[in-house]
């Protein structure tokens, strides 16, 4: 299946008083590069979203934002420190006696003392907080995956449709080439008539001269390896095989060498043009192809 790397998915679960929203948005990038944005009690899941992503991404930098939400009454617990009261209350009698103060201790003067009491957060259970992570994840991930096999159907039938339109400015270069020929052989001959009037005109030289103009212009092989070029790009994206985007790149700069060499080499200006639209698809199939994973 063909992929893109641009894509969007979210994901939410709620059980009880829980609830899990995970979105991710990905785009294009040499390798895979992933950003996880979590609250810190769930850092520890890191790993675990980082494998369970490599099932699906296998390229591109995707941005990943979960959000954790619990409403239960029960997410924190106070907790009453009475060794350490009791420390308190000792310093305290201490400092009536050494310093002749009344005794006015109230349990709310206890009760402010530092670490008496403390509020202190419930450990939640690790295997049912990723439960609901993970269904939050995988729903996200089964859209994000949709959305990239979506824009990569798109791609490839754009894509194709500008290689079909190379095909057709290459066969126009292949057609033009012997016109080219044949057009300087003419010319050649109404020179050298023109220069030696009524002198005959030694064709054998003459050939030389269009065969050596012949070969400096002879974009064939270009022809060929560009018309095969194009034939091996159809030919992986009929194969819908995944992960296919660097290979896709390298016949790119293979085809837009070739039509480099065939610019280089135009004699004409027609074969410029169409050699210089050739340049252009190429660079727009680039383009395109960065996007594919």
């Known amino acids: 299946m063909i992929k893109s790397m641009t894509g969007f998915g979210r994901g939410e679960t709620s059980e009880g008083s829980r ?11 040499r390798y895979l590069d992933v950003n996880i ?3 810190k009690k769930l850092n520890f899941f890191d790993s675990a979203i980082r494998t369970l992503l490599k099932k699906y991404v296998a390229r591109g ?6 959000t954790y939400e619990d409403l239960s009454e029960n997410q ?11 420390e308190y209350l000792s310093y305290f009698r201490k400092m009536e006696e050494s310093f ?7 349990v709310s003067t206890v009760a402010r003392c530092p670490e008496v009491l403390t509020m202190e957060e419930q450990t939640a259970d690790e295997e049912e907080l990723w439960i609901g992570l993970k269904g939050a994840l995988e729903e996200a991930l089964n859209q994000f995956a949709g959305t990239r096999e979506t824009e ?4 490839k039938e754009d894509i194709i449709g500008k290689l079909n339109g190379m095909l057709e400015k290459v066969a126009y270069i292949e057609k033009r080439s012997p016109e080219i020929i044949a057009e300087y052989r003419r010319k050649l001959e109404d020179k050298v008539r023109e220069l030696l009037e009524d002198a005959q005109i030694d064709e054998g030289r003459l050939a030389a001269e269009v065969v050596i103009f012949a070969d400096k212009i002879c974009t064939d092989e270009e022809v060929v390896r560009l018309k095969s070029h194009i034939a091996h790009m159809k030919e992986t994206f009929a194969a819908e095989e995944s992960g296919i985007g660097r290979k ?5 700069q293979e085809m837009n060498r070739e039509a480099n060499t065939i610019l280089s080499k135009a004699n004409d200006i027609e074969v410029s043009n169409y050699a210089i639209d050739l340049k252009t698809e190429i660079e727009k199939v680039r383009e395109q192809i960065q996007n594919i994973e």
């Open 19 to 29: 609830k899990f929203t995970v979105e991710m948005k990905g785009v294009n990038h």
């Open 37 to 39: 944005r979590m609250p």
């Open 61 to 66: 930098k995707v941005d990943i934002f979960v």
């Open 76 to 86: 924190v617990s106070l907790k009453y420190n009475e060794t350490l009261a009791k």
């Open 100 to 106: 002749g103060l009344d005794y006015d201790v109230r």
């Open 152 to 155: 990569g159907r798109n791609l």
């Open 248 to 252: 896709l790149d390298f016949i790119a």
